[in-house]
């Protein structure tokens, strides 16, 4: 199983939910919140986004030329900050790997407010971390064990983790 932007945006806000999209089992799909993309869709600006699909990646903009590549991601609000910053991570990282040198932007139009996020040693040895934990969790038989957190009322899952 390859892991995906998505998975590490899920990574930072639930491992039993990364474990579940994983293996593609299915959300609720009554749900009036989400199912599997849906709330990282719902978290996205679609108006500006001109997406761009590779492999297991898909961002929302790529910019520039050969002397400096710029990978986008457009949000609706920074109250998943810290996923979307990753997410972005994971994207220019998977470049860095093609021999693609690229930073990042992180987009909030909303707030009138973008950062620039770069692949610095640090983050990436973070990252790496992060893409083999989740490999740790996809490849268990079964699903971590669930851990309430604010984000499950908002969750497709939430019939399967706490009814
Ligand atoms: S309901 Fe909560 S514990 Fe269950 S998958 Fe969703 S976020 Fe995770």
Redesign the pocket.
């Known amino acids: 199983m390859q892991v995906t932007g998505t998975l590490v945006w899920y990574y930072f806000?639930?491992h039993?939910?990364v474990w579940?999209m994983a293996h593609q089992l299915i959300a609720d799909q009554d749900h009036e919140d989400l199912d599997m993309g849906r709330f990282i869709q719902e978290t996205s600006y679609s108006r500006e986004k001109k997406e761009v699909a590779m492999e297991n990646i898909r961002v929302d903009m790529i910019q520039g030329d050969d002397k400096e590549l710029v990978i986008s991601e457009v949000k609706k609000s920074s109250r998943f900050e810290q996923s979307s910053r990753m997410q972005l991570l994971f994207y220019l990282y998977t470049f860095k790997q093609k021999g693609v040198k690229a930073k990042g932007e992180l987009r909030f139009p909303k707030e009138k407010r973008k950062e620039t996020v770069y692949l610095t040693e640090e983050l990436e040895e973070k990252l790496k971390r992060v893409i083999n934990d989740i490999q740790t969790i996809i490849k268990q038989p079964v699903p971590p064990s669930?851990?309430?957190?604010k984000?499950?009322g908002k969750?497709a899952?939430?019939e399967?983790?706490?009814v």
Do not use: A, G, M, T
């Open positions: 806000i639930c039993r939910e579940l669930p851990v309430p957190c984000y499950c969750c899952y939430y399967s983790c706490w």
